[in-house]
């Protein structure tokens, strides 16, 4: 079962941040949050990840709190290509592998 | 570099019939993992294999098999197909690293429809 929630769906304007909240009480102390997002009929791209501390590339930035039990993710200037499905993932690791488990994600429209 | 290739892009079956479904990992790449995707849902995990062995597996039937070549390459088989296997069949390819960051790059996927 995916160890997140996020909210189904958010809109945004273009040229605005867009901030994508992720809850993920139950993750443990040496599982990451990874980011991925889906544009339609695309298969997910990869888009940020963090253990403990922010982290920003060239994407996006990702915040996470002290606590460890949410993050945000922020697109600091939205555009048309920006909408997607946007899952935010804890990666489960076990026996020297890993599987990602995704959930529904939200779906992000940016609107211009 | 090509990425993560897998073919077919689309497939149309019966019910009761077997498919089969090829993936080729990312360049430098040795470890795939195999993801089902409902319509409106985040992609599933089915397994993962790393030097021709299944390592992980999820919550799927046996009806959903897998093979790894020596050259990397994988291949997904469903017997029996039911209606429920309608999805798209993602691909995702890693290098295996243990214990550190591996991106796991997507393919297109192959969108299978069982009538």
């Known amino acids: 079962d995916a160890k997140t929630t996020q909210p189904p769906s958010m809109d945004c304007a273009e040229g605005r941040a867009a901030n994508l909240p992720c809850n993920h009480s139950t993750i443990s102390g040496n599982e990451y949050v990874y980011w991925y997002r889906q544009i339609h009929s695309q298969g997910p791209q990869y888009i940020i990840h963090?253990?403990?501390n922010n982290e920003t590339n060239e994407m996006a930035s990702l915040i996470i709190t002290e606590d460890r039990k949410s993050s945000t993710l922020i697109l600091p200037h939205a555009t048309l290509r920006d909408t997607a499905v946007y899952y935010c993932i804890v990666r489960v690791f076990q026996g020297g592998s890993e599987k990602l488990v995704f959930g529904k994600g939200t779906k992000l429209t940016v609107n211009p | 570099d090509a990425g993560v290739t897998q073919s077919p892009t689309h497939l149309i079956k019966t019910r009761g019939q077997q498919v089969t479904l090829r993936c080729s990992p990312k360049s430098g790449h040795d470890t795939v993992s195999w993801y089902q995707q409902a319509l409106g849902q985040g992609p599933q995990f089915i397994f993962q294999?790393?030097?021709?062995?299944?390592?992980q597996r999820g919550n799927f039937p046996d009806r959903f098999s897998g093979h790894q070549f020596p050259n990397y390459s994988s291949e997904l088989n469903v017997n029996a197909l039911l209606l429920g296997d309608s999805a798209l069949y993602l691909c995702?390819?890693?290098?295996?690293?243990?214990?550190?960051?591996?991106?796991?790059?997507f393919g297109p996927g192959t969108r299978l429809t069982v009538l």
């Open positions: 963090g253990l403990k």
């Open positions: 995702a390819s890693s290098p295996r690293l243990a214990s550190s960051f591996n991106e796991q790059f």
């Open positions: 294999y790393y030097e021709e062995e299944e390592r």
